[in-house]
């Protein structure tokens, strides 16, 4: 049901019980029929917009939002953790987020071919002890023809950072408009 909702499409299943696996089932079948432009094959500009996007539902902090850009049989790689689909994502995020607080994003596109993009990324948070990090990663997608990752392969490394340096200074959510992007920021 959470699926269907999100995506405001509950209309669009026959009725039923929201926790029953067919119709979380079929909302999954309606979500990858779906198309979530920019499509593939990229031009520089929708490969652009296609990373600010990405940038824009992580800084969300809401893993089920971030989850809907990914197939629904995505894999995924993120430093040593290998796993695959939505749920598992979801699942990730949420662990994740539980651990990085105060989570602050900046992507920017490195490049890009056809259905592919490799961005690289910094993000700033601290622990539950108050202590800041910078972790600078970067990351490859694969699109497929419904707009959706089927593929994230990232690698990421975490450096402390006294609270002095850090340069993210955003209210929780997406990073305004005329918030320097890292080229810009000089990193």
Same mark, same amino acid.
């Not at 499509?39 to 992580?58: C, I, N, Y």
């Given at each position: 049901?959470?699926?269907?909702?999100?995506?405001? !499409?509950?209309?669009?299943?026959?009725?039923?019980?929201?926790?029953?696996?067919?119709?979380?089932?079929?909302?999954?079948?309606? #979500?990858?029929?779906?198309?979530?432009?920019?499509?593939?094959? %990229?031009?520089?500009?929708?490969?652009?917009?296609?990373?600010? #996007?990405?940038?824009?539902?992580?800084?969300?902090? @809401?893993?089920?939002?971030?989850?809907?850009?990914?197939?629904? @049989?995505?894999?995924?790689?993120?430093?040593?953790? *290998? %796993?695959?689909?939505?749920?598992?994502?979801?699942? %990730?995020?949420?662990?994740?987020?539980?651990?990085?607080?105060?989570?602050?994003?900046?992507?920017?596109?490195?490049?890009?071919?056809?259905?592919? !993009?490799?961005?690289?990324?910094?993000?700033?948070?601290?622990?539950?002890?108050?202590?800041? *990090?910078?972790?600078?990663?970067?990351?490859?997608?694969?699109? @497929?023809?419904?707009?959706?990752?089927?593929?994230?392969?990232?690698? !990421?490394?975490?450096?402390?950072?006294?609270?002095?340096?850090?340069?993210?200074?955003?209210?929780?959510?997406?990073?305004?408009?005329?918030?320097?992007?890292?080229?810009?920021?000089? #990193?």
């Amino acid at each position: 049901m959470l699926l269907c909702v999100a995506l405001d !499409i509950e209309d669009q299943v026959p009725s039923g019980d929201a926790e029953d696996e067919n119709y979380n089932h079929i909302c999954a079948l309606i #979500m990858s029929s779906v198309s979530h432009p920019p499509l593939p094959p %990229f031009s520089f500009e929708t490969a652009v917009q296609k990373v600010r #996007m990405a940038e824009d539902a992580w800084n969300s902090g @809401d893993p089920a939002r971030v989850a809907l850009a990914y197939s629904e @049989d995505s894999r995924w790689r993120n430093r040593a953790e *290998f %796993f695959e689909g939505r749920s598992a994502i979801v699942a %990730f995020l949420t662990r994740k987020w539980a651990r990085e607080i105060d989570y602050r994003l900046i992507k920017e596109l490195w490049a890009f071919h056809d259905n592919r !993009i490799a961005v690289r990324f910094q993000y700033e948070w601290h622990d539950d002890k108050g202590r800041w *990090f910078r972790s600078y990663g970067n990351e490859q997608w694969d699109v @497929d023809e419904n707009g959706l990752m089927r593929r994230r392969e990232a690698s !990421i490394n975490d450096v402390p950072i006294a609270s002095g340096q850090r340069k993210f200074f955003w209210p929780a959510g997406p990073r305004p408009a005329d918030h320097p992007g890292l080229t810009e920021l000089g #990193m």
